[in-house]
């Protein structure tokens, strides 16, 4: 028997009847032949470890060979005879023979682990696209790689292990991990540094982390925890344990960097990077929560997670909080040139454009806030109903739902209200007032309206308003300039004493004739960017002064006809008055200079 062992075939037939006849005398408790079958079962497992050391199996093959196999099962099951043994007290050679075959066994499967996972794993290990982003099917283990060093895997633990497997792994896999991250060029950057460096350098190193830190959520955590759950599908809880440990490790060091942005100082311009990274710790809590088993040290990370999220998520408010004082400190005391859209309005409506494209995010950060806020003098589930019902109910008349975020920058836009009608009190012309504050209210209107995340965070029914009172000023703009024109071509009061004189009909072709030169001249320098504005202002003006001149000209130009220099007086035909219009708005630069507001 002895010679078969060591010269034949572990998977001989005549060595699988001596591990089930081993099994056999363990499961019915006969230790009669248990020294024997011990010894004879110890040299298979010798047997093979001698011919892989010697060179005569291959060991580097992804597929687990029938010999390999039976040697696994041999191990676990020389691990089952020991534990009999080591309660029998008659039996301290025989634990001496099979503690040192075990440990041999040890020994050779923790090399064997060794060289699947990083021979097999180094060609996954390393895929980092041209975009920067790891692959998909990382790490792409071969499926009876997988297979193999899952039995290895359970073997080793069976047979007492547990500890040298874990120690194995997840130093591989650690290191993997880290190669990966360097490969996604990740550095760790020390805090005075980041505390040192211009913005424009941060954002880059802040793009550069969020990629790492998407890899990682996205991509490296879970293929990490698929791998895990593989190898140690016989033991999940270690499979658990084994990505907790690696995952705290990573995000430990994704966070040391988080953090010292966090401290940096804030500013209006930072926003935008603040909220990516906002976005991106939210998904890094989501790529590693359903792993985290619920133990202190696994809580304490999530809070950690979350502090420094929560510490982004401050940071904003505090932006918009000074977003709001630098829109009330804004006092300027030279009106812009032609009552353009003013540089405030563009800067604010293009920074809450851009800022609405993270609505989730700020949604997210308001509510939160509007708790804390309340935290103070309420119950926590009160808080959450005063929240909630506020997000049902809205401070302004013809707002359908107001959100937390919604409030904010509809308080926002108040502020900028109020900011444009003290701005629009530096033009003397009550004309360009409205002018000014129908170029400002389009503006905003069409940034509304042209930006799907805005409108939805202000609603139908806000736009509706805008429009409203951006017609109000366009009346208003009507009234005043055109009115007093119109009533100049009035056909009231052009007759004396029952008659029409030609010194009534000379002073009012005169009196229309000046008034709309210096309409023309003055009006001219003033400036309608937006073309569907500056052509429905025209067109209105046209749609009144051209019939009023057309009837007027019609009824009492015949008084003149026989007049002396009548052309002196009635300037314009009705077809000239057209062509005056089209050149209002335009913000002539000859006539800039002349320009008096």
Known sequence: MESNIQSGSPTSPHAKNINDRVCEDMDNSNPSELPENIENFSKIIESRIAKCNSGETPTRSGKITEEESFFL??????????????????GSTLLSRTNAVLQKAMTFMEEELRTLLEDFGSHSNSKVNKNSQVDEDYPSYPLDVVTRMNRIATAMISAGFETVCCQVYSISRRNAFYEQMKMLEFEKINVDDVQRMSWDSLEGEITRWINVAKSCSNTLFPGERRLGESVFSDSPMISQSLFNNLARSIVIQILDFAEAVSRTKHSAEKLFKYLDIYDTIR?????????????????????????????????????????????????????????????????????????????????????????????????????????????????HDNVAVTTPLTAQLMTIMDLVDVNLKAKSNLYRDPSLRDIFLMNNGRYILQKAKGSTEVRQVMGDTWCRRRSTTVRQYHKNYQRETWGRVLQILSHDGMQVNGKVTKPVVKERFKNFSTMLDDIHRTQSTWVVSDEQLRSELRVSISAVLIPAYRSFCGRFRQYLDNTKHADKYIKYQPEDIETLVEGLFDGNPTSMARRKT
């Open 283 to 395: 998904d890094l809590i989501n790529a590693i929560s359903e792993s985290l088993s619920i133990n202190d040290t696994e809580h304490q990370l999530k809070s950690e997670i979350l502090a420094t999220r929560d510490r982004f998520g401050e940071a904003a408010v505090n932006i918009f909080c000074d977003l709001e004082n630098s829109i009330k400190n804004d006092v300027a005391r030279t009106p812009v040139p032609g009552g353009a859209v003013h540089p405030l309005t563009r800067y604010v409506m293009n920074y809450l454009k851009c800022a609405c494209e993270y609505k989730d995010a700020l949604e997210h950060i308001f509510k939160e806030h509007a708790k804390l806020e309340a935290y103070s003098t309420k119950s926590k589930s009160s808080v959450d109903d005063q929240v909630d019902n506020k997000e049902s109910e809205s401070p």
């Open 73 to 90: 099962e041999a191990v676990m099951h020389l691990s089952k005879l020991t534990n009999a043994i080591d309660k029998s007290p008659s």
